[in-house]
């Protein structure tokens, strides 16, 4: 048995382990765990560029191959559907069907909310309204942006500025009762100070942060520490992203400390959904999925003693 072979059989059997009766629940009641999993839809972002998964199908495909009731959405996906009624009500449908909730909708390519332009500006928050409006349809809390700025200005210029577009964006969609949440993505935004003073700044119930646990690289040779990070960011935290790149023979994740990371997760009161969010190569997406659900269910097994 190779390397590769080795490590699928190790998965799997790790996979077969945490669906065991004993370890099902990880919390006195089913239905209280002290997080849930949901799955982030760029885990499959390969089948879906490829053709080979369509986004319609992208909630049952959840629910059916790796047993998992709620979904976070990638408007890559779906870009030019996002006004289009008949469309968004075939993924409603789809997801009610499949017995899967819809939680959020991850937005690119929009524009930037702290663009040094006022007007640009405006523009990108104007951008980010209809995916307000799908988001409601779909049933989602969120919709999630990035605090993108063009690197233009000082430290604090870019945080008044990409305050100024969040809070924009926020008024239009706290009505609607949608949560605007952004996520550590690069540039400034992947320093935890940095970012959790925009959300000081912004000061909206509404508005908050999507901590990814791999996204701290602030530019070429320039990282931030993620635990730091995720800690900063947690009080602010609407939504947690589970990212995973590299697992070893036993089914840890290689490059993050799970247990150390979900503790600063659930220090900080949080008890929702935990996104699966794998970007690895040394496995398929799908096999990547079971490695990443697996060692989230372990590390809350593992730590419930401690928060239970």
Same mark, same amino acid.
């Given at each position: 048995?190779?390397?590769?072979?080795?490590?699928?059989?190790?998965?799997?059997?790790?996979?077969?382990?945490?669906?065991?009766?004993?370890?099902?629940?990880?919390?006195?009641?089913?239905?209280?765990?002290?997080?849930? !999993?949901?799955?982030?839809?760029?885990?499959?972002?390969?089948?879906? %560029?490829?053709?080979?998964?369509?986004?319609?199908?992208?909630?049952?495909?959840?629910?059916?191959?790796?047993?998992?009731?709620?979904?976070?959405?990638?408007?890559?996906?779906?870009?030019?559907?996002?006004?289009?009624?008949?469309?968004?009500?075939?993924? /409603?449908?789809?997801?009610?069907?499949?017995?899967?909730?819809?939680?959020?909708?991850?937005?690119?390519?929009?524009?930037?909310?702290?663009?040094?332009?006022?007007?640009?500006?405006?523009?990108?928050?104007?951008?980010?309204?209809?995916?307000?409006?799908?988001?409601?349809?779909?049933?989602?809390?969120?919709?999630?942006?990035?605090?993108?700025?063009?690197?233009?200005?000082?430290?604090?210029?870019?945080?008044?500025?990409?305050?100024?577009?969040?809070?924009?964006?926020?008024?239009?969609?706290?009505?609607?009762?949608?949560?605007?949440?952004?996520?550590?993505?690069?540039?400034?935004?992947?320093?935890? +100070?940095?970012?959790?003073?925009?959300? =000081?700044?912004?000061?909206?119930?509404?508005?908050?942060?999507?901590? +990814?646990?791999?996204?701290?690289?602030?530019?070429?040779?320039?990282?931030?520490?993620?635990? /730091?990070?995720?800690?900063?960011?947690?009080?602010?935290?609407?939504?947690?992203?589970? /990212?995973? %790149?590299?697992?070893?023979? =036993?089914?840890?994740?290689?490059?993050? +400390?799970?247990?150390? !990371?979900?503790?600063?997760?659930? =220090?900080?009161?949080?008890?929702?959904?935990?996104?699966?969010?794998?970007?690895? +190569?040394?496995?398929?997406?799908?096999?990547?999925?079971?490695?990443?659900?697996?060692?989230?269910?372990?590390?809350?097994?593992?730590?419930?003693?401690?928060?239970?």
């Amino acid at each position: 048995m190779d390397r590769r072979d080795f490590t699928k059989a190790s998965l799997l059997a790790l996979t077969g382990l945490s669906l065991s009766p004993s370890m099902a629940a990880s919390s006195p009641t089913a239905s209280a765990p002290l997080y849930q !999993i949901s799955l982030a839809q760029w885990s499959l972002h390969g089948a879906l %560029f490829d053709g080979e998964l369509d986004n319609l199908d992208f909630a049952r495909t959840a629910r059916e191959e790796f047993g998992i009731g709620a979904v976070e959405y990638v408007n890559q996906f779906f870009m030019d559907q996002a006004n289009n009624q008949s469309y968004l009500k075939k993924m /409603k449908r789809r997801a009610d069907e499949a017995g899967v909730n819809s939680l959020l909708i991850m937005c690119d390519g929009e524009g930037a909310l702290g663009h040094p332009d006022a007007s640009e500006r405006a523009q990108a928050v104007e951008n980010h309204h209809k995916w307000v409006d799908a988001a409601k349809f779909l049933g989602c809390h969120s919709i999630r942006v990035n605090a993108s700025t063009d690197g233009e200005g000082s430290y604090e210029e870019q945080m008044k500025r990409a305050a100024d577009g969040l809070r924009q964006l926020t008024e239009y969609a706290a009505p609607k009762d949608i949560n605007v949440i952004v996520e550590n993505h690069g540039g400034l935004s992947s320093n935890g +100070d940095w970012l959790a003073g925009v959300m =000081e700044t912004v000061d909206h119930s509404h508005c908050g942060t999507l901590p +990814d646990f791999g996204n701290f690289t602030i530019r070429e040779g320039e990282t931030y520490d993620r635990y /730091k990070g995720v800690r900063q960011l947690m009080p602010h935290a609407k939504g947690v992203s589970a /990212k995973t %790149f590299a697992f070893n023979e =036993e089914g840890f994740e290689t490059t993050i +400390d799970y247990p150390r !990371i979900m503790r600063i997760v659930l =220090e900080a009161g949080y008890h929702g959904h935990v996104g699966i969010e794998y970007e690895g +190569d040394g496995l398929d997406e799908y096999e990547g999925i079971r490695a990443s659900k697996t060692l989230l269910e372990r590390t809350r097994t593992q730590l419930q003693s401690e928060f239970g």
